[in-house]
């Protein structure tokens, strides 16, 4: 196996696709991990399912749908269609600033440099053509924000294939949820058109049930960073965003059942992430995807775990009546509302709100932190409610600290630690 | 009749005082999508909201950080402690998400204060569908409900319907006035142009169409601008400064057409009405009405838009100024980039806040923008 600069070096070259370099990259960590921690392997296996099903879409018969924002992904599914959940790549990317960065640059010769660098990674590696695989189908949202608004429909005319898009309302109420379903019935008649296939009820009802299931065993393990000390590391929660990907899949139920038999295992034992727990951290804004060994760093350094964030726990949405076909697509027009990322840079802030009062109530964090990625600049102007909050309420205060979650260039990760590390000492240690 | 209120674009609460003093609302607008008509059949004066020269939006810059777009903490700030607070309220749609956090914050501060004001936000769909149509109508509904009970006036199909009409005479009267700048030395420049769109948000609709008939009237009157070297269309966020504009004219572009929102797209053509369904003609108009590229489905008309101007209005420029943090202007050049290429049509992009801070710098480039685009007579 080449090591990561090498393959790095064959996609700048436009030699190695991002695709290949994805999966070439998910192949040696598992190698490693099979060496140094088998233990861990269930950590890695869902990043392999879901790019090895990107890659291999076509070699297995399936149909590749691109997709941006949140989307009914059981649907997709249904119409034995496998889903490219276009954030994967910049999250992916993002440990390897010199490709994002390359990206990045590629589509600020088009837009502003203020936009989000999720949209920006996507948007430049389709004009660099580094992709290596094509969709048959693009679907994508109006949400979450005005970069996703931007970029989605010009990458809309340069894939030119057909594409559906869905206009998600701001509000989060019942008239919202009618509309969504409305446009879910849209949909089955686009994926009837364009996959050849007409809807299987029965298809759907197993993606749906895996839904259900996977989102079950997700708030069991959130429940379970309730004990103190907490029994998960705070780098696990990057991998709840992987729900938007697969939500409806076996394989993500897998994940969960071994995260959850991992931390109840460790609860049993009485055994926390950090050796010796002192701090409880709420991260309020989104993951710092390209910098997630910082939180390995705050267990290590000050004995703060990540209890909560306010980006990946999804909430309790299930279906509850498969068979009803109106209620069942509400159920995914409210799934769609309430996605992680969408709760923060779309829709009303009392969202937002609502969900940091939840972490804060539940997991009793005694650290508060928006380390906000600046290209979500309507979660930054949520801020001052979110921190008024947990001052007022909760009496603690929170460190702002502006990041890139994608360009490793706006901020290194040991600029990043400084400042935590500044806050620690000045204010929390006090 | 004197019409220089017309060119008094700065922000004046006059006319929201003496509204108020007979003992009506005045409510605030922010963005494109909240019908003006609603407001008047309601009896209630709509204002749209701006940030004009506002040089400090410190407090709104607490509330939306400094990764937010300078002109809608302006707004806030306004909202905060400024020229609205005389308002009783305000509404917007989400236009942009910048517009919808201005609501989120405000609504916040409300609760907290219990200042009582009525704060609203509308969705407005971001594309157009057979399904896009219904949810909008429905939502002005429920506005209009609210509006009722804020006013106490019944809105009826009559009342709307005589609101469009005053609204469309307003927009026929703007759209005579862009076509004089299709002039090869026209009468008015375009820091004119755009204080007179501007201060439609200054007076009640019935005022502002008496004085555009009256400055119509005056124009036989008026001198060609016959010092300028290339002729310009402005194109990007919402604009509300003239003395941007003025910059630019000073340096021998001369404006004459634009893609703003405080210009000709917020006026755009008269509305039709069916009159078996006003509110759904309402809701019709103002979601297919070309005003910004927010709605997802409407870029390339957008640009279509843009070239068509450019050809009718004999224009030898485009100055696409974009706000730092609006991301729906700020990467339009993904679209129309390569095709204005094809069409010959040179561009100048600028990088712009609400404050202006960048004067030289600003007239530095356009200088030599209309260096190399200009023609010889």
Redesign the interface.
Known sequence: MADVKNLEELVLKGEMSITEFACAKIDGSLERMKEKHPEMLWTMEIQKFMWDNYRDAHKNGKKLVFYGGSVPTELIAAFDCFGFYLDTIPFRLSTNPALTAQYIDEAEK???P???GLDKTE?GAWVSGAYGIKPDIFVYN?VP???S??????ME?MMNVPTF?F?T???RDD??AE?LA??ME?FIVFMEEHTGHKLDWDKLKFYMENSNRNFELQKKCSDLRKNKPCPLPGRLLVLNGTTNAVACYPEMGDLYAAELEAGQMMVDLGIGACPDEKYRVAMLQNMIWGAASIMDWMQMEYNAVAVMDAFGFQGDIMYEHMDDRRDCFKVMGKKMQNNPMIHG??G???NHLAMVDKIFQDYEPNVSMFL?H?GC??T??????VSDLVQEKYGLPTLYL?LDCIDGRYKSNDEVKAQIAEYFETVVMK | MDYQRLFESDISTEAVKAWKAKGKKAVGIICCHVPEELFYAADIMPVRMRATNCVDSSEAQ????S???SF?RGILQYWLEGPYKELDGFVTS?G???S??V???AA?INNHDNSGKYVR?I?A???I?P??YP?YK??LQSLIEELEALSGNKVTDEKLKAAVKKCNEARELIAKIYELRKEKDPVISGTDCLKLTLSVTNMPIDEYVELLKAFLDDVKNMKPITEHRARLMVIGSGLDDPKYLEVIEEKGGLVVQDALCFGSRGFDTPMEIDDSDVLGSIAKYYLDRLVC??M??K?FEMDDYIIDACKNWNVDGILYE?L?????W??????F?NRLKDAGIPILTVEREEQMANAGQLGIRVEAFVEMIEKED
Request: hydrophobic letters at 30%.
């Open positions: 088009y837009v502003a203020t936009m989000c948007l109006s924000c005005d970069s608004r931007l970029a989605y429909p010009a005319k898009s206009d309302p701001f509000r008239r919202g509309y409305d446009q849209d840079a779309s009303p802030s009392e906000g600046v600049k309507h930054w102007a949520s801020a001052k409610m502006d | 607490v509330w939306m950080s990764f937010s777009c809608a989400d942009c998400m910048q919808s956090r609501y989120d914050n916040y936000q969705g769909p971001r594309k569908s399904r896009s949810f429905a939502e590229p927010r997802m489905d870029h974009r730092q943090y609006c991301e729906i700020g990467g339009e050049a993904v679209y980039q």
